[in-house]
């Protein structure tokens, strides 16, 4: 409870930190795209030739809805991790990457891609079986990244929040070394 | 240093990304290369000799050859939504014929699925039994097509003589056809389920629609096709 009434504090602050500026926007929203287009051309409903066109039938409307989230998420979270980047020393959020690898793997149908193909042909029945776990679980794979994303937003949010208090309060830095010796290693090594 | 290690990371996903999208085209394009030799193979009477079902006229001027598996989700999407309006608008006015041909990548319902399917068609029902195989299609390799299940949606087809169907479906008769159905997409390098070549019924003339193309591409390489008779 505690947390979550943080989080509705520390989490616009974050943004705002983020995306007072212009450049964070537009690489948000350029990330956003990418992916969007991405998720909609695997899930064959952006089509560019022999014309464009984009068409939302019935059985695709929930993996729609979940791309959409995956890609606001990761345009959001790209900005900020490319700001947390800039702006410290902190190494990049590897929830990032496993949260969009995830997003994309389980993306479309598998076993009716090339590469669906190529792992059945590589891997005979081992093939059959990944590419049957990935079609059958998509849904659940989905929302798998969609969490793992939400993870990296937290731990991408507490950076951004984090060094603002490092600055801000010497007298607790120091109230911490009274603490535990294992306690105050951890902010240092932060 | 680690702007450079960044970039890498999203320039390797990323074109990781594009050869996923563009593989697809290419492969058909490497089909299209190849295309004087196809030609005599995709013709509508190599393809009958192969035993493909046929709907639609067989003096239609243009051929639609579906490569589909039951099993695939995508196929299920054309099946319902695309292929009757296709139906409606071309193969019923007799402009466009259209024929199946079993790539069966999925596992072994789909082998059982095809097989049952080909055994409709030795009644003229296989268009139908495609219509009631992707209404009920089930999680892949779940059972779904069972011998059992195929039976009973084999009862659901007016007419069909069901007796015959399940002798058919019980000795196997159809398995090697599946089989060369599936070495013939193979050796034409189909890339993905569906996929769709439009051409003259010779074989001649071929474009390619790897996916479950909405309507309006199909319209678009159809008519197109049309107006240069």
Redesign the interface.
């Given at each position: 409870m505690r947390l979550v009434t943080s989080l509705k504090t520390t989490i616009p602050f974050a943004f705002n930190v983020v995306f007072s500026n212009p450049v964070y926007i537009g690489i948000a929203i350029a990330v956003f795209s990418i992916f969007w287009i991405i998720f909609n051309v695997f899930d064959q409903l952006l089509f560019f030739s022999p014309v464009v066109t984009f068409y939302l039938p019935e059985d695709a409307v929930t993996g729609f809805i979940i791309t959409n989230v995956t890609s606001v998420l990761m345009g959001i979270l790209v900005a900020m991790n490319v700001y947390v980047i800039r702006n410290s020393k902190i190494k990049l959020d590897r929830s990032l990457f496993s949260g969009s690898i995830l997003g994309i793997v389980s993306s479309a149908c598998p076993g009716c891609s090339s590469f669906g193909f190529l792992a059945i042909s590589t891997f005979g029945g081992f093939g059959i079986i990944a590419t049957d776990f990935l079609t059958n679980y998509q849904t659940a794979l989905r929302l798998a990244s969609i969490a793992i994303l939400l993870w990296a937003l937290y731990s991408v949010h507490n950076k951004i929040t984090k060094s603002c208090i490092f600055t801000t309060l010497p007298s607790d830095k120091r109230q911490s070394k009274t603490a535990t010796s294992s306690d105050s290693a951890a902010p240092a090594a932060s | 240093m680690?702007?450079i290690t960044?970039l890498t990371?999203f320039a390797t996903?990323?074109l990781v990304?594009l050869g996923?999208?563009l593989?697809?085209?290419y492969?058909l394009r490497q089909v299209a290369a190849q295309q004087s030799v196809s030609n005599a193979q995709l013709s509508l009477s190599m393809l009958k000799q192969k035993g493909v079902p046929l709907l639609g006229s067989p003096s239609a001027h243009i051929t639609i050859i579906e490569f589909a598996d039951f099993?695939?989700?995508?196929?299920?999407?054309f099946a319902?939504?695309i292929q009757p309006q296709v139906n409606q608008t071309y193969i019923q006015t007799g402009k466009v014929n259209m024929v199946y041909v079993h790539f069966t990548?999925?596992?072994p319902d789909s082998v059982t699925a095809a097989m049952a399917a080909q055994c409709a068609n030795d009644q003229g029902k296989f268009w139908n039994f495609y219509n009631i195989l992707f209404k009920n299609q089930g999680?892949?390799?779940?059972g779904w097509a069972s011998k059992d299940n195929l039976k009973k949606f084999a009862l659901q087809i007016p007419g069909l003589d069901t007796q015959k169907f399940n002798t058919c479906l019980d000795s196997g008769k159809y398995a090697s056809l599946v089989q060369n159905q599936l070495a013939f997409g193979t050796s034409l390098k189909v890339?993905?389920?569906?996929a769709f070549i439009i051409e003259k019924s010779d074989g001649s003339n071929l474009?390619y629609l790897p996916?479950?193309?909405?309507y309006?591409?199909f319209q678009?390489?159809i008519d197109k096709k049309l107006s240069i008779q």
């Amino acid at each position: 409870m505690r947390l979550v009434t943080s989080l509705k504090t520390t989490i616009p602050f974050a943004f705002n930190v983020v995306f007072s500026n212009p450049v964070y926007i537009g690489i948000a929203i350029a990330v956003f795209s990418i992916f969007w287009i991405i998720f909609n051309v695997f899930d064959q409903l952006l089509f560019f030739s022999p014309v464009v066109t984009f068409y939302l039938p019935e059985d695709a409307v929930t993996g729609f809805i979940i791309t959409n989230v995956t890609s606001v998420l990761m345009g959001i979270l790209v900005a900020m991790n490319v700001y947390v980047i800039r702006n410290s020393k902190i190494k990049l959020d590897r929830s990032l990457f496993s949260g969009s690898i995830l997003g994309i793997v389980s993306s479309a149908c598998p076993g009716c891609s090339s590469f669906g193909f190529l792992a059945i042909s590589t891997f005979g029945g081992f093939g059959i079986i990944a590419t049957d776990f990935l079609t059958n679980y998509q849904t659940a794979l989905r929302l798998a990244s969609i969490a793992i994303l939400l993870w990296a937003l937290y731990s991408v949010h507490n950076k951004i929040t984090k060094s603002c208090i490092f600055t801000t309060l010497p007298s607790d830095k120091r109230q911490s070394k009274t603490a535990t010796s294992s306690d105050s290693a951890a902010p240092a090594a932060s | 240093m680690r702007k450079i290690t960044l970039l890498t990371i999203f320039a390797t996903i990323g074109l990781v990304i594009l050869g996923a999208t563009l593989l697809p085209s290419y492969n058909l394009r490497q089909v299209a290369a190849q295309q004087s030799v196809s030609n005599a193979q995709l013709s509508l009477s190599m393809l009958k000799q192969k035993g493909v079902p046929l709907l639609g006229s067989p003096s239609a001027h243009i051929t639609i050859i579906e490569f589909a598996d039951f099993q695939c989700p995508f196929c299920a999407r054309f099946a319902k939504d695309i292929q009757p309006q296709v139906n409606q608008t071309y193969i019923q006015t007799g402009k466009v014929n259209m024929v199946y041909v079993h790539f069966t990548k999925f596992g072994p319902d789909s082998v059982t699925a095809a097989m049952a399917a080909q055994c409709a068609n030795d009644q003229g029902k296989f268009w139908n039994f495609y219509n009631i195989l992707f209404k009920n299609q089930g999680a892949e390799n779940s059972g779904w097509a069972s011998k059992d299940n195929l039976k009973k949606f084999a009862l659901q087809i007016p007419g069909l003589d069901t007796q015959k169907f399940n002798t058919c479906l019980d000795s196997g008769k159809y398995a090697s056809l599946v089989q060369n159905q599936l070495a013939f997409g193979t050796s034409l390098k189909v890339p993905t389920t569906p996929a769709f070549i439009i051409e003259k019924s010779d074989g001649s003339n071929l474009d390619y629609l790897p996916g479950a193309y909405p309507y309006p591409a199909f319209q678009a390489l159809i008519d197109k096709k049309l107006s240069i008779q």
